[in-house]
Nanobody, 115 residues
């Protein structure tokens, strides 16, 4: 499977962005579980949200009630809708899944939130 993220950019605090992660190739595991991570400069990569094949979603405490993860099976795409953005949300955002026990990552998309 190959993952390609898009939708990042510059936003003001309080604004919104929607990230997309499009999968191509064997999407079986992508359709089973997909995760969004982020990594800020000098910090470890952290799990932001994940979504199962049934649509069950989990969120990091820091983004609950602000971010929404969703899936479009027909488009092999997982979205991350980010509202009420804060400067501390600034990071490179990655989507991820696994294939045959190996973690698969996209190239990432930069999100920068200004004050």
């Amino acid at each position: 499977v190959r993952l390609v993220e898009s939708g990042g950019g510059l936003a003001q605090a309080g604004g919104s962005l929607t990230l997309s992660c499009v999968a191509s190739g064997d999407t079986f595991m992508f359709n089973t579980l997909t995760r969004w991570f982020r990594q800020a400069p000098g910090k470890e990569r952290e799990l932001v949200a994940d979504i199962s094949g049934r649509g069950d979603a989990n969120y990091a405490d820091s983004v609950k009630s602000r971010f929404t993860i969703s899936r479009d099976y027909a488009k092999s795409t997982v979205y991350l809708k980010m509202n009420s953005l804060r400067p501390e949300d600034t990071a490179v955002y990655y989507c991820a899944t696994e294939e045959y026990g190996v973690d698969i990552w996209g190239q990432g998309t930069q999100v920068t939130v200004s004050t």
